[in-house]
């Protein structure tokens, strides 16, 4: 089974340009997260969608984020115009549904978007 | 105060020891509790969950979980070299995603 597969693996931008990082969840997980880790922080929640709709976006920082998950599959989280503070690591997680996991949310993670805003 | 609390070592443990890495959370109502390891430039990687109160063994990890003190914790009997990671703990409070403590830096000294 092919885990979650997030492109690029890294992504250097100036200051101002735009950059659109894809996810890949695990076929068949209906739950798709998006995280961030700034360097030297915690992990932290950006948003959750089941399947195309967003379900959570309280962690997202602000109206320069936008995510898509067109047709419940693959999600895109695009950066414009991005800052400075927008680098750090950006993951990407799914999960099955919940209703058929007791204990909830085992998630699956990818192996991270590495941006860098210069 | 942050929602998952963790030291961020780094802890470090001779080859062999036991290595005891803990994590508190603030939120009482938290149900599921996560234990994921990250090598440097790797992705998170789930090596423990725990539910309820008490000890839960795999292998040479045991997780405990102590819901009246809001503490979790992560044994590592007989450390290797290869655990040396970042840990990870996770808390699931119901309402969102899981919630990540900054990690803990196990060094597992040969």
């Known amino acids: 089974e092919a885990g979650v597969t997030q492109f690029p693996s890294h992504s250097v931008i100036e200051k101002g340009q735009t950059v659109t990082l894809r996810c890949d969840p695990i076929?068949?997980?209906?739950?798709l997260y998006w995280y961030r880790r700034v360097m030297g922080k915690e992990i932290k929640f950006l948003l959750h969608?089941?399947?195309?709709?967003?379900?959570?976006e309280s962690g997202m920082p602000n109206n320069r984020f936008l995510a898509e998950r067109t047709g419940g599959t693959y999600s895109t989280l695009k950066v414009q115009p991005a800052e400075l503070e927008d680098s750090g690591v950006y993951f990407c997680?799914?999960?099955?549904?919940?209703?058929?996991?007791?204990?909830?949310?085992?998630?699956?993670f990818g192996a991270g978007s590495r941006l860098t805003v210069l | 105060q942050k929602e998952v609390e963790q030291n961020s070592g780094p802890l470090s443990v001779p080859e062999g020891a036991i290595a005891s890495l803990n994590c508190t959370y603030s939120?009482?109502?938290?149900?599921?509790f996560f234990w994921y390891r990250q090598y440097s430039g790797k992705s998170p990687e789930l090596i423990m969950s725990?539910?309820?109160?008490g000890d839960k063994e795999d292998g040479r990890f045991t997780a405990q979980l102590n819901k009246a003190s809001q503490y979790v914790s992560l044994l590592i009997r007989d450390s290797q070299p290869s655990d040396s990671a970042t840990y990870l703990c996770?808390?699931?409070?119901?309402?969102?995603?899981?919630?990540f403590g900054s990690g803990t830096r196990l060094q597992v000294q040969p």
């Open positions: 997680a799914s999960s099955q549904d919940r209703r058929k996991n007791s204990g909830a949310n085992v998630l699956t």
């Open positions: 076929s068949g997980h209906d739950n």
């Open positions: 939120d009482r109502g938290s149900q599921s």
């Open positions: 725990i539910y309820s109160n």
């Open positions: 996770a808390v699931y409070t119901g309402r969102r995603a899981l919630t």
């Open positions: 969608f089941v399947k195309e709709s967003k379900q959570d």
